[in-house]
C-alpha cells in the first residue's frame, strides 16, 4: 500500500470515531462498556413513594365490631327502646321521692291563703278580746311576740276595736328548714277615748318544712311584724 493510501484510511478512521463521540454526547445509547451510574432517587428514610414505613399512632384496619347490635334509622340514629317496656322492677328509683316512702300530698300542705287566713284569725280574736287565741297564733307559742302572754294582753286595754285590710301576699319563700311569706296589711286603731291610729305594714309567717315535724309546727304562724304608724 502506497504512502498515500495510508494517509486516506488514517483519516477515513479518525472521522468515524469522532461521530461516535458526538453521539455519545448527544444523548445517545451507552456502550456496554459505559459504567456511569444512573443518579439514585432522593429518600429520608421512607419508601420510594414518599408513605412512611410504619403507620402513625391511631387505629390500624377496620373498626373492631360492637359487641352488640344496634338498629339504626334511615338517617343512621339509633333507636332506643320503647320506655313502655322497660320494666318496673328495674327502673332507678326517684331521687326526690325515693321509693320506700310515698311523696308528700300537695294538698295537705299550708297554702298561702291559710297564711292570709292567720291573719285575718289573729285580728277577729284580738277584736272578740280573745288575746290568747290572738298570742298562739304567733310563732313559738307566742314568744315570738317578744312579750309574755299577759304583756301581750295588757297591750289592748284601752283598745276598742281593729279594722284591718289585707293586701296580697308576697310569693313564699324558702329559709333553712322553713318557709316564710310576706302578708302587707293596713289597719286603723280605734282606742276607748275614740282617738284612732293608722298602721301600714306587714306580717311576715313562717312554718317548718323538716322532716318529723309536727302539724302545729307546719301550720303558718306570725314570725314577725313591721308596722309603721301613718297619718290618719
Known amino acids: 500500500m502506497t504512502k498515500s493510501m495510508h494517509l486516506a484510511a488514517a483519516l477515513a478512521l479518525c472521522a468515524l470515531l469522532g461521530a461516535c463521540g458526538d453521539k455519545a454526547a448527544s444523548g445517545g445509547p451507552a456502550s456496554a462498556g459505559d459504567t456511569e451510574t444512573l443518579p439514585a432517587p432522593e429518600n429520608d428514610g421512607g419508601s420510594v413513594t414518599g408513605m412512611p414505613d410504619k403507620p402513625g399512632p391511631g387505629q390500624i384496619g377496620p373498626p373492631p365490631v ?87 294582753a295588757g297591750g289592748f286595754d284601752d283598745t276598742q276595736g281593729v279594722s284591718v285590710e289585707i293586701m296580697a301576699p308576697g310569693q313564699v319563700d324558702a329559709a333553712a328548714g322553713s318557709r316564710y311569706v310576706e302578708v302587707p296589711v293596713a289597719l286603723t286603731t280605734t282606742h276607748t277615748d275614740g282617738r284612732q291610729q293608722r298602721f301600714v305594714g306587714a306580717y311576715t ?10 302539724a302545729e309546727q307546719r301550720a303558718w304562724r306570725i ?10
Open 66 to 152: 360492637a359487641t352488640g347490635t344496634v338498629a339504626l334509622d334511615e338517617e343512621g340514629n339509633p333507636i332506643l327502646p320503647d320506655a313502655s317496656a322497660v320494666d318496673p322492677a328495674s327502673a332507678p328509683a326517684d331521687a326526690a321521692n325515693g321509693t320506700d316512702a310515698p311523696a308528700p300530698d300537695a294538698a295537705t300542705e299550708p297554702t298561702v291563703q291559710d297564711a292570709v287566713a292567720v291573719v285575718r284569725d289573729y285580728y277577729a280574736a284580738i277584736n272578740r278580746r280573745d288575746f290568747a287565741r290572738a298570742y298562739a297564733l304567733w310563732s313559738d307559742g307566742g314568744r315570738a311576740s317578744g312579750q309574755s302572754a299577759q304583756q301581750f
Open 205 to 214: 309567717l313562717r312554718r317548718a318544712v323538716v322532716d318529723g315535724a309536727t
Open 223 to 232: 314570725g314577725s311584724a313591721d308596722l309603721r304608724e301613718v297619718a290618719p
